[in-house]
């Protein structure tokens, strides 16, 4: 069997490591992840300046604010997709999500909106998975359920903003029993990976049940064109994956079995967490309300669990802070306008003002608040128009532009 690309194991290493993998993430420092640590233990790139130059000479475009913050800080042969377009050659984006809440957060939106400002900048196809079989394995929930969280969080993604024209979503009990050719390349991955292989990438047990165990196949399929010959023709198109960090296991294992079948690897970039309202040693979790601000918060929910939870940087006391200022690398509110706030120069002024002591903690709440809000009420008032009707469209299984 070949050797799986980057670190095999992708779990702790020693007890000074964080904690990352698909189900689980846990920081060791009030900072947060260490992600620079992260790159080197999953054996990918740093997503640099260089590589951005590269980004907006090519497209033409000015990198998203999550490029340039170091948001989306790693990746897998982004180069090579940078040279597929300006060849004037296609490929396609394969995100995804595992319903587990009624709701989403706004930490799941980071991928979203990114991978919606990259489909709008390459003009290419965009397929998303939504594992709800994944959490029937995980968690104690039940089929129907499962399915049912699927179709609320695919309203969820659409009110993003994506068009049916060049997006296709599917849920993966309902679908892959309609799509041979997304079976059949399940079982190809299905007979590259040795059971000892996915112990050593997942972590998987003697006690895991056997469903854990296939799961990593479905996940990777989407990443062949050849999985969707409804859209593709039967045309082999790379891909490229925007994601979290914590689903690089799956990718790792799926571009290790992509040059055994002689497919494409599917190319990666890599988001960070958008940490918990509590502090920046968790993400943001859907199953803790207290922890995250959710896509249907209203503003009095968000402006109270801002108030409330809000890990500060900030002194003790005011005379203190204004001695020593506050630290923006545990503040929270500073660490969400990070990714919510698009004016890199107001942001820098806001740093320097926080770690000079004269704005207050509770001040940087209220600018956190006023950010956060209005992105949540725009959002809302799309999540409304999107109807049943409107989110089978997606569904359908057809041909999209590419």
Request: hydrophobic share 40%; proline share 4%; charged share 25%.
């Amino acid at each position: 069997m070949a050797e799986l690309e980057g670190q095999v194991n992708n779990l702790s290493v020693n007890e000074d490591d964080d904690f990352v993998d698909p189900w689980n993430v846990a920081g060791k420092s009030q900072t947060g992840i260490d992600y620079d640590k992260l790159i080197k233990r999953f054996g990918s790139q740093k997503i640099d300046e260089e590589l951005i130059q590269r980004f907006e000479k090519v497209t033409g475009q000015k990198a998203h604010h999550f490029l340039r913050r170091g948001i989306f800080f790693s990746h897998r042969d982004f180069h090579i997709i940078l040279n597929l377009h300006e060849a004037g050659k296609k490929f396609y984006l394969y995100t995804g999500r595992g319903p587990s809440s009624e709701s989403m957060h706004i930490g799941h939106l980071i991928p979203f909106i990114f991978t919606k400002w990259l489909q709008d900048v390459f003009h290419v196809p965009l397929i998303i998975q939504l594992t709800d079989d994944e959490k029937v394995m995980w968690k104690d929930i039940k089929i129907e359920d499962a399915r049912q969280m699927a179709f609320n969080n695919a309203k969820d993604i659409i009110a993003v903003g994506f068009n049916p024209s060049n997006t296709f979503i599917f849920n993966d009990l309902d679908f892959i029993g309609q799509c041979p050719a997304f079976y059949q390349n399940m079982l190809r991955v299905q007979k590259c990976v040795t059971f000892n292989q996915v112990k050593g990438i997942f972590g998987f047990g003697d006690s895991d049940v056997i469903g854990k165990i296939t799961f990593p196949s479905i996940e990777a399929a989407p990443a062949f064109s050849t999985s969707l010959p409804f859209i593709f023709e039967n045309k082999v198109v790379p891909c490229l994956i925007p994601c979290a960090i914590d689903q690089d296991p799956y990718f790792r294992m799926t571009r290790d079995v992509a040059a055994r079948l002689k497919l494409p690897k599917p190319a990666l970039l890599h988001a960070s967490f958008l940490p918990a309202l509590q502090g920046a040693q968790q993400k943001m979790s859907a199953s803790d309300p207290n922890a995250s601000i959710f896509l249907n918060d209203t503003p009095k929910q968000i402006k109270n669990k801002i108030n409330k939870y809000a890990f500060s940087g900030g002194q003790a006391t005011v005379e203190e802070h204004r001695e020593k200022g506050g630290n923006t690398d545990v503040d929270i509110s500073y660490k969400y306008l990070t990714f919510f706030l698009e004016d890199d120069e107001k942001l820098a002024e806001i740093k320097k003002s926080y770690e000079s002591g004269e704005l207050l903690t509770g001040e940087l709440k209220k600018l956190a608040v006023e950010t956060i809000t209005p992105l949540i009420q725009d959002y809302q008032a799309r999540r409304v128009q999107v109807t049943d009707d409107v989110m089978r469209k997606f569904f359908e299984i057809r041909k999209i532009d590419v």
